[in-house]
Each structure stands twice: as structure tokens, then as C-alpha cells.
């Protein structure tokens, strides 16, 4: 009993780690309902993620040397080899949209010409389309929480209850990090660069599952201690380069009333 109560601190632990790049998206992605809407839609959205999460689960415990079996060889030694799988597919379609979905937020706030603009004048995505997408990108995410949940324990209720309380948390947290997006907005930015990262993350782990080599270079994963360590550096650039910012701009405020 109290290994079973162990494991389960464990894999919610887990969950809460490796939940962090899926609540950043939920939060940027939900942005895109309409404002009244918002709300209702992470909790939805997250809602539905947890019991397909289950499902999911439940499905790779049975079925999980299918995911892992090869369904497409690429032969061109020298160019590009690979031995793709099911799970290889899903977690490169995955990064792939990610690395899009990040670049058409940037771009577009690049492209705005008055701020206030940004948010109300944008059209908005129906509330089905935008819950849809936190959904299929929660399964997308929930493969890595998953296999390692399974690498702990075989059973099924512990991982059953630690994908519940995750997602439980979830939608408590991703009230929060709207709402702290929303109020500071520069940071709406470094949320998206974070974005990107996640789906490079996401490329790379897909292709090490592919086997994949490009030019007979093997593609690597990038690991977790790099994620973090990138986003570290990525955080102190954005606060340093936020308060020089605003010393500039205390400074060009002195010198006209000067």
C-alpha cells in the first residue's frame, strides 16, 4: 500500500514536470476563442484531454508494441535513413505544428501596427476548433507522461488517478498563466519563443524515435536538462533586457524635460 501511495506521488509529480510546454500551449492556444469563452474552453478542453488520456492509456498498455512497430522505411543511405513508427509520426506531427502554430503568433504580432489592436480586433477561431486543438496537442503531449507512467507501474487505477489529479491541476494553473500572460503581455512573447523550442523538442525526440539520420547524422533528442536550461537563459534575457528597456526609457523622459 504505501509503495502504491509512493508511485502515485511519483507519477503526479511526473505529470506536473512534464505538463509545463502542454499548459504554456493550452494557455497561448486558448487566446484564440473568443474573450467570454476563454475560460470555458481550457476547462473543457483539458477536461476532454484527461479522459482521452485514460483511453490512451488504457489502449498502450495493450497495444504498445504496435505503436513501436515500424510502418515506413527510408532507404537512402548516405541521405536520409529512417525506420518510422506510429509514435514517431504522432510526436513529429506534433513538433511540427507547434514550430507553425508559434511562428504564425509571432509574425503576427510583428506585423501589428497598434498593440491595443492585438487582442479584441483579431478574428477569433470558434470555440469547437480552438477546444479541439488543446485536445488532439494534450495527446500529443501526453505520450512521453504516459510511457514513463507505464516504465513505473503496471497498474492501471495508480496511473488512472495521477493523469486525473494532473489534469486537475491543470485547469487550476491554466487560469493563472493566462491571466498572468494577459496582464503582462511582453511576455506573450518569450511564451511563444518557448513555444518553438517545445516543438524543436518535439522534432528531435520524434526523430531519434524514427531512427531518423540526415546526411548519416543521427538525430539526437534534445534532452530535458537542455529544455530547461535554455528556457533559464531565455527568462534572465527577457527580465535584463525588459528593465534596461525601461532605464532607456527613463532616461529619454529626463533628458526632454531637460
Same mark, same amino acid.
Given at each position: 500500500?504505501?509503495?502504491?501511495?509512493?508511485t502515485?506521488l511519483? +507519477?503526479?509529480?511526473? !505529470?506536473v514536470?512534464?505538463?509545463?510546454?502542454?499548459?504554456l500551449y493550452?494557455? /497561448?492556444e486558448?487566446?484564440n476563442?473568443p474573450?467570454e469563452? !476563454?475560460h470555458y474552453?481550457?476547462?473543457?478542453?483539458?477536461?476532454?484531454?484527461?479522459?482521452?488520456?485514460i483511453?490512451l492509456l488504457?489502449?498502450?498498455?495493450?497495444?504498445?508494441d504496435y505503436? !513501436?512497430?515500424p510502418?515506413?522505411l +527510408?532507404?537512402?543511405?548516405?541521405?536520409?535513413?529512417?525506420?518510422?513508427?506510429?509514435?514517431s509520426? &504522432?510526436?513529429? #506531427?506534433? #513538433?511540427?505544428f507547434?514550430?507553425?502554430?508559434?511562428?504564425?503568433?509571432?509574425?503576427?504580432l510583428? #506585423?501589428v501596427?497598434?498593440? =491595443?489592436?492585438?487582442?479584441?480586433?483579431?478574428k *477569433?477561431? =470558434?470555440?469547437? *476548433?480552438?477546444?479541439?486543438?488543446?485536445?488532439?496537442m494534450?495527446?500529443?503531449?501526453?505520450?512521453?507522461?504516459i510511457l514513463?507512467?507505464?516504465?513505473?507501474?503496471?497498474v492501471?487505477?495508480?496511473?488512472?488517478?495521477?493523469?486525473?489529479?494532473?489534469g486537475l491541476?491543470?485547469?487550476?494553473?491554466?487560469?493563472?498563466? =493566462?491571466?498572468?500572460?494577459?496582464?503582462?503581455r511582453?511576455?506573450?512573447?518569450?511564451?511563444?519563443f518557448?513555444?518553438?523550442?517545445v516543438g524543436?523538442?518535439?522534432?528531435?525526440?520524434?526523430?531519434?524515435?524514427?531512427h /531518423?539520420k540526415?546526411? #548519416?547524422n543521427?538525430?539526437?533528442?534534445? =534532452?530535458k536538462?537542455t529544455f530547461?536550461f535554455?528556457i533559464?537563459?531565455l527568462?534572465?534575457t527577457d527580465?535584463?533586457q525588459?528593465?534596461?528597456?525601461? *532605464?532607456? &526609457?527613463?532616461?529619454? *523622459?529626463s533628458v526632454k524635460?531637460?
Open positions: 500500500m504505501v509503495e502504491n501511495i509512493f502515485l511519483m +507519477l503526479i509529480l511526473l !505529470q514536470v512534464l505538463g509545463f510546454d502542454n499548459l493550452i494557455s /497561448l486558448s487566446k476563442a474573450k469563452k !476563454q474552453v481550457r476547462k473543457v478542453g483539458i477536461a476532454l484531454a484527461i479522459i482521452l488520456r483511453v488504457f489502449v498502450l498498455i495493450f497495444l504498445i505503436f !513501436q512497430a510502418v515506413l +527510408l532507404p537512402f543511405e548516405g541521405i536520409i535513413e529512417g525506420n518510422f513508427n506510429i509514435h509520426f &504522432i510526436v513529429l #506531427g506534433g #513538433g511540427i507547434i514550430i507553425y502554430t508559434a511562428m504564425k503568433e509571432i509574425w503576427h510583428v #506585423g501596427n497598434h498593440m =491595443s489592436d492585438n487582442v479584441e480586433d483579431v *477569433k477561431n =470558434s470555440v469547437g *476548433k480552438v477546444i479541439t486543438m488543446i485536445v488532439i494534450n495527446i500529443v503531449f501526453s505520450f512521453d507522461s514513463s507512467a507505464i516504465a513505473l507501474t503496471n492501471f487505477w495508480i496511473m488512472a488517478i495521477a493523469i486525473v489529479i494532473g491541476l491543470m485547469i487550476l494553473m491554466a487560469d493563472k498563466v =493566462s491571466n498572468f500572460l494577459e496582464k503582462n511582453m511576455y506573450e512573447v518569450l511564451g511563444l518557448i513555444l518553438f523550442i524543436i523538442m518535439l522534432l528531435t525526440e520524434g526523430g531519434h524515435l524514427a /531518423l540526415l546526411f #548519416g543521427e538525430i539526437t533528442p534534445m =534532452s536538462t530547461y535554455v533559464g537563459i527568462v534572465i527580465i535584463v525588459g528593465r534596461y528597456q525601461k *532605464k532607456l &526609457i527613463a532616461e529619454k *523622459k524635460k531637460d
